[in-house]
């Protein structure tokens, strides 16, 4: 015990544990008086729902499993993945025309977003929806030359093909503003280093530089997608008839009784959202974690394993500003 | 004909004159450090020998072959499409004062991405080759750690073999030591010097004097985008003949030793 490290005071004998802290915890006496107001509140509105005659909870449960809501649903989400689709598609081409060198790419890109972001959605979903009287034949062809095919405008641009257009095309340009901050949150050293390596630019784009701005780009296309499920709803200014807000109050309206029928619809967006805000959670997590994996564990772990730690490491790396604390500790 | 020839080049930022006329040639197999104070264009000169940049008058060759432009038979200069420049470049290797390797990537990711990449070579031999490269530097054993995992000097290795895996002809080295820590300095430039002893033909930006004046068979002493002394590093270092040199070796090597 004579071997005493420099500037240690008392170094403490190998077999006796230290004393732990036991300290006594805070009182959380706020805590408890607010819990109290909320369960008061909670059980005053949820007394108000259920004994209030109007809602016609007997008619809302029955209705929430009817085929014809479960179509409306059906409609409701395949306009929004069909234009989320469009929109990300279109958004990262728009957001690559704005960084290109190429004058005439970016103002073209720069005047579709000014043009999509400064008209509101239902007056463009209104003109989409007016296309065929304002051009009742499309052609395919060269100008002042020959047509190769025309058609009839109604033909190919129904309701629903102009429903999905009109909000894909608009939410392209909402899109591109947050894939473009993803673009220019990648360190430019990154490209360098691919363009030293003799990369063309496309390889670099999306090989090197998109990977790395999925962090920043993938939590507000979350967002927007929760937000798109109910965008379409104005879809009816089209008017495309099939999806689930204008199902609900139109059997509102026929049967004279359109809460019930408006509180099956709130009850199917809340579902659907909440599963949407699951997986958005999910995929934050996947793109935003720290980890600190050593590659033994990560090979037997497999490959999701693998993926966790790649992007910690792109988060380490910080050519992406942290979205979330980083938790990762070397 | 020498590898590299850089021939009275000019280089603006806006109104900045960068390079203000840089001639200077290295030969094939030679090792050339180039030394100057910060802002005096030294990473310029190595960005736009890579085309990295381009330049406003001059010229500069590599294996003769024009960087940049292509010159027609009227001797007019035409500008090289995207793909040209990416091949011009894909023959040079350069490694960067921060690394720069993709985060994304093990370090055998990295190394195998240009080859799959750019010269499309099939996976699994670009994997056998990468692998070949990462035991030269000595990673063999790290070859599925991310960059995240690795030390400084293992990083800056896991970069020179990346830029190695194009067989480039001629390496290009923008300060690889200056973000390292001192103790981690040593194992890259080791690295450096058996990459000069094989035969590479480079360009070396470094404060290192003790490399500079062991490893390379040309030092070029630049200041303020022109070169004001160049020879061997004997001459340079031992006899300097300006006093702005003179001045900047006593500022660096009171610092080093
Ligand atoms: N992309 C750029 N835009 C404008 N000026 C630059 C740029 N890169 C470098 N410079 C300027 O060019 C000069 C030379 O820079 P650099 O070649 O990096 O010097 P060194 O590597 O010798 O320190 C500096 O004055 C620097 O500010
Ligand atoms: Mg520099």
Not at chain 1, 50 to 64: I, S
Not at chain 1, 130 to 154: A, C, D, M, N, W
Request: charged share 20%.
């Amino acid at each position: 015990m004579s071997s005493k490290a420099p500037g240690a005071v008392n170094a403490p004998a190998v077999d006796e544990p230290p004393e732990l802290i036991r300290a006594i915890p805070l009182p959380h006496y706020g805590r408890w008086a607010t819990v109290a107001v909320l369960v008061v509140l909670a059980a005053m509105a949820v007394h108000g729902l259920v004994t209030n005659e109007n809602y016609h909870w007997d008619l809302v449960f029955p209705m929430l499993f009817t085929y014809e809501i479960g179509r409306a649903i059906g409609w409701t989400l395949i306009l929004t993945v069909a234009a989320m689709t469009i929109g990300i598609i279109l958004a990262v081409t728009l957001a690559v025309m704005r960084r290109s060198a190429n004058p005439v790419m970016r103002a073209v890109a720069t005047f579709y977003i000014w043009f999509f972001r400064g008209t509101p959605i239902y007056t463009q979903l209104i003109f989409w929806g007016l296309i065929g009287v304002l051009y009742p034949r499309l052609s395919l062809g060269i100008p002042f030359g020959p047509e190769f095919f025309s058609f009839r405008t109604y033909d190919v641009f129904t309701a629903g093909v102009s429903a999905i257009l009109g909000l894909g095309l608009n939410e392209a340009a909402y899109l591109a503003e947050i894939v473009r901050s993803g673009l220019g949150s990648v360190d430019k050293g990154q490209e360098e280093a691919a363009q030293a390596l003799g990369m063309r630019p496309r390889s670099i784009l999306f090989r090197i530089v998109l990977p790395q701005a999925m962090r920043v780009i993938v939590p507000p296309t979350g967002n927007e997608t929760i937000s798109m499920l109910k965008t379409t709803s104005l879809v009816t200014a089209v008017p495309f008839t099939l999806e689930l807000t204008k199902v609900a109050t139109d059997y509102g309206s026929q049967t004279l009784l359109p809460i019930p029928f408006l509180v099956v619809a709130g009850i199917w967006y809340l579902v659907i959202t909440s599963i949407l805000m699951f997986f958005q959670s999910k995929l934050e997590a996947y793109y935003g974690r720290g980890d600190s994996t050593t590659p033994g564990r990560l090979s037997l772990r497999g490959r999701r394993r693998q993926r966790t730690s790649r992007q910690a490491a792109i988060n380490a790396a910080h050519t992406t500003p942290a979205a979330t604390a980083a938790e990762w500790t070397p | 004909m020498a590898m590299v020839e850089v021939h009275d080049v000019h280089k603006f930022y806006g109104d900045l004159h960068v390079l203000k006329g840089v001639s200077l040639h290295v030969e094939r197999g030679q090792v050339c450090t180039i030394l100057g104070p910060s802002g005096s264009g030294k990473s310029t000169l190595l960005r736009c020998v890579n085309v990295l940049e381009e330049i406003q008058s001059g010229s500069i060759t590599v294996d003769g072959t024009l960087m940049g432009y292509a010159k027609d038979d009227h001797g007019r200069l035409h500008e090289l499409r995207p793909r040209q420049l990416a091949a011009q470049r894909s023959r040079i290797g350069m490694v960067f004062q921060r690394f720069n390797l993709f985060p994304h990537m093990s370090a055998l990711g990295n190394v195998m991405a240009a080859p799959v990449r750019v010269a499309g070579r099939p996976k699994e031999e670009a994997k056998e080759q990468a692998m070949e490269l990462l035991e030269r530097v000595g990673l063999a054993d790290r070859a599925h750690h991310f960059p995240a995992q690795l030390s400084g000097g293992q990083q800056q290795r896991v970069a020179i073999a990346r830029a190695l895996a194009m067989e480039p002809d001629l390496m290009l080295f923008d300060e690889p030591t200056s973000a390292l820590d001192p103790e981690l300095v040593g194992e890259v430039l080791a690295v450096m010097q058996d990459l000069a002893a094989s035969g590479m033909t480079m360009m070396v930006v470094t404060h290192e004097m003790g490399f500079a004046r062991e490893v390379s068979d040309v030092a070029v002493f630049m200041d303020e985008g022109v070169i004001v002394e160049s020879g061997s590093p004997a001459e340079l270092f031992d006899n300097p003949q300006q006093d702005r040199t003179r001045e900047f070796l006593q500022k660096v090597l009171s610092h080093t030793e």
